[in-house]
């Protein structure tokens, strides 16, 4: 049975993987404490850095549901446990690595995914989340320029289409007034044309001569019968 002492070690263990949404399992063998408190402070931003003891670690990470450590606890062991942006921790894990091989970076997981020291490395060389975060704001202040100006665009457009529609009914309007009388003076001339075609051809002046002419024959006739 554990001890009060071995207990109380894996009840903090527990806690710390259940705190941390990412762990990095490393083994440390050869580093100087001097080395090590430089690796503690790289982190401090973004969580802690702890020696473990391998078996009571096993146990507090069974405890906690994480399952990427097994078969890997073995050796000198600590864990950096994160609590801030794991990609700036891994990013201080592969840098303090590069500067000192002797630390070996052995596994991890990140949000209950296990990962491996190559995805480790991987995670290392993204973006940080406050580089993301700039770029996004960037974003989204390019998207409402480009909104203000797609709103701005049709309001312009459709005060010059209302000018355009405005003017040309004012043209229309002077040209109705006008074209009431043309049709007027057309209806008149129209008008009078037929009346012309319509009216009677004025009578022929009758032949004064005729009846003259009918009279001295009947006095001629007249005469005759008298004598």
Request: glycine letters at 6%; aromatic letters at 4%.
């Amino acid at each position: 049975m554990a001890t009060p002492q071995k207990q109380a070690a894996i009840a903090e263990l527990t806690d710390r993987f259940r705190e941390s949404g990412a762990a990095v399992l490393t083994e440390y063998r050869g580093l100087t404490v001097a080395q090590l408190k430089e690796l503690r402070n790289s982190l401090r931003a973004n969580g802690s850095y702890a020696v473990v003891k391998n078996t009571l670690t096993d146990i507090a990470a069974k405890e906690a549901g994480v399952t990427a450590f097994e078969g890997q606890l073995t050796g000198p062991s600590a864990i950096a446990f994160i609590t801030g942006d794991p990609v700036e921790a891994a990013k201080s894990l592969r840098d303090f690595a590069k500067a000192h091989p002797l630390l070996v970076i052995k596994g991890g997981y990140l949000e209950g995914k296990p990962l491996s020291a190559e995805e480790i490395t991987k995670l290392a060389d993204l973006e940080s989340r406050e580089v993301l975060l700039a770029k996004l704001a960037g974003a989204m202040k390019a998207s409402l320029s480009n909104a203000v100006y797609l709103f701005a665009a049709p309001l312009s457009q459709f005060a010059a289409t209302v000018d355009a529609l405005r003017a040309k009914v004012e043209e229309q309007g002077g040209a109705a007034a006008a074209a009431p009388a043309e049709a007027a003076q057309d209806a008149a001339a129209s008008q009078d044309a037929e009346a012309a075609q319509d009216a009677p051809a004025p009578a022929a002046p009758q032949d004064t001569d005729t009846p003259a002419e009918d009279s001295a024959t009947a006095a001629v006739a007249e005469g005759g019968d008298a004598s």
